[in-house]
């Protein structure tokens, strides 16, 4: 019997050709033409006399915008080439010249910065306050603030444009490691080489012996490119702190606070809510490692199935199952993600040489999405698989406003790819056959409230100590290693026996030069949707269209409006927090007691 869904996505709706389109090389060369001549535009505008030339701002400014959509889907397309295939040096080249247009068009956003910091206050409300201007007045004052707190401009683009093959140059060193990686694992008495994607997936094997080598295999690969690991993140990191020394910024919170337009006192409530309670997730941990028969976990036991009934879920049916539960909350996202599985959509194939982890890329000039991930059929592949189509139905329902307000933060990105995961799980759990399978959902749901709390906790800690010793200079491996378990302890509330040292190494969110600290989002996505969540619950499908309308305000609102306007709460007081950590701790009662 043929699939029913291909596992394969459809890139050439965008570029007919891969990594050689011709299509694709035009679009390039025509970006490298234009924006030039848009910066130029932009540099022309007169900011000095009191009449303001709103006919040619509003054209500058729509020309900006379509060239962003333009320059995003060029981009998205050759991150999908180099993602589903880490070999293909062509998209690596390809990668490479769009890092050199997105400097390009850094600049021009750098000629609209200095131009608004040129305008008068009185000019300046005339300009935001103008019918055509409004709907993307909050980005344009965003900008404008932000503007005040850099480098002049022609220092800015400087940095822009040196760090195309320095700064971003250094990112791109993780993928080209990872490239070539390959992990021995024996099997039946012979050695395969995975991918690291694929020997990821093997830390969930249910045989702990296999799950321990692997790991052991899965930390030496990581040890034996340690130097130049460090070596790279030692750059990026020298180069933040430079760049923030210059610009009089004290806090390495700092950029990523106002890149998730969020307050510090909003990400003290959250952790401090967490770290609070995280020691409830302890007595999870104690539980599974009993039903596992050892002592105590570690590090390569977390995401180990539990003893029993564990189903693999084929594709067809997660999808289907997926489908189904996002139409008990709504219509409009079940109908949008049966588009997605029908139209290719999706990247799913379990192959080598693809990238590990998952995402999901915007197309904004033809209006779509296409989600990339490795399927092997375990549940959490299923949760991850409506983890990225809600992050895909955020994107949706962005359609129609203008490009400058769908700029939303990774923060509430986070929020909405949650919020769809939560649906698909608690379906899972109460459509289960046993109390065997129960168990077993449950234990998958309380994975992930250990990754947000205790994970991501280790993580933030790590980066945040880090960067305090890197002002004094270069760390070593071995000291990024002591620093790395130092702060898994502490995240993990002590309860592990074995932690992993070369996470610093492995996890590529550590590399990633568009998003610093870039960890904290996922937890703050995780506790602001169960908060939405539960509003759901209580208002069943009436709430579908006021989840709709907080999306739509994600990219035009600080994350403590978009809670007030949306949930009428204060995210920077501790209450939210706690009732959203209840209720994600709620499940480790459940849990004990099932077990």
Known sequence: MSPKYAQTWNLDVFFEGGSDSPGLKKELTDLE?????????ILAIDTSGSEVPVEIWNEALEELQQLSNRLHEAFSYISCLSSANMRDEQAQILRGQAAQLIASHSSVLTALDSKITQCSEEYWQQLIERPEIRPISFALREKRQRAMEKLPPEQEELVGN????????????????????????????????????????????????????????????????????????????????????????????????????MREETLRAMWEAIETEKHRLVKYLERKAKLLQIERLSWYDLHAPLPGVNKTVPYDEAADFIVEQFRHFSRDLAEF?????????????????????????SFPVSEQTRIFMTYSGTPSNVSTLA?????????????????????????????????????????????????????????????????????????????????????????????????????????FAHSLAEYHPHFWASKLHFYNTYVPFYNFSYTFGYLFSTGIYARALEQGTAFAQKYVDLLRDTGRMTVED??????????????????????VLADVDEFLSLT
């Open 387 to 491: 983890h990225e189509l809600g992050h895909a139905y955020h994107q949706h329902v962005m359609k129609g406003l203008p490009a400058l307000v769908q700029e939303y933060a990774m923060n509430v990105a986070e929020t909405a790819s949650t919020f769809a995961e939560l649906i698909v799980t608690d379906a899972a759990i109460r459509h289960a056959d046993s109390r065997e399978e129960r168990v077993i959902l449950l234990e998958d749901k309380l994975q992930r409230a250990v990754s947000f709390f205790m994970d991501v906790h280790s993580r933030f800690l790590f980066e945040t100590r880090f960067y305090e010793e890197r002002k004094q200079g270069p760390l070593t491996p071995t000291r990024l290693c002591e620093l790395m378990v130092e702060a898994q302890k502490a995240g």
């Open 337 to 361: 993600a049966q588009h997605a599985f029908e139209n290719r959509w999706i990247e799913a194939e379990d192959r080598p040489g693809k990238r590990p982890g998952g995402f999901c890329a």
């Open 162 to 261: 040196l760090s195309v093959d320095g700064y971003h140059g250094w990112g791109q060193m993780y993928n080209t490691i990872v490239g070539r990686m390959q992990i021995p694992c024996e099997e039946n008495g012979k050695i395969h080489y995975l991918s690291v994607g694929q020997a990821f997936n093997k830390l969930s094997n249910p045989d702990r012996k296999i799950r321990r080598q692997i790991f052991a295999k899965w930390e030496e690969a990581w040890k034996n490119e340690a130097d130049l690991f460090a070596e790279t993140l030692n750059h990026l990191a020298g180069h933040r702190l430079q760049l923030y020394k210059h610009r009089g910024w004290d806090s390495v919170w700092k950029e990523p606070l106002d890149d998730n337009r």
């Open 562 to 583: 978009l809670a007030e306007k949306h949930l009428g709460v204060d995210l920077t007081k501790p209450d939210f927090w706690q009732q959203a950590v209840d209720l």
């Open 33 to 41: 033409k234009q924006i030039p001549r848009l910066k130029e535009k």
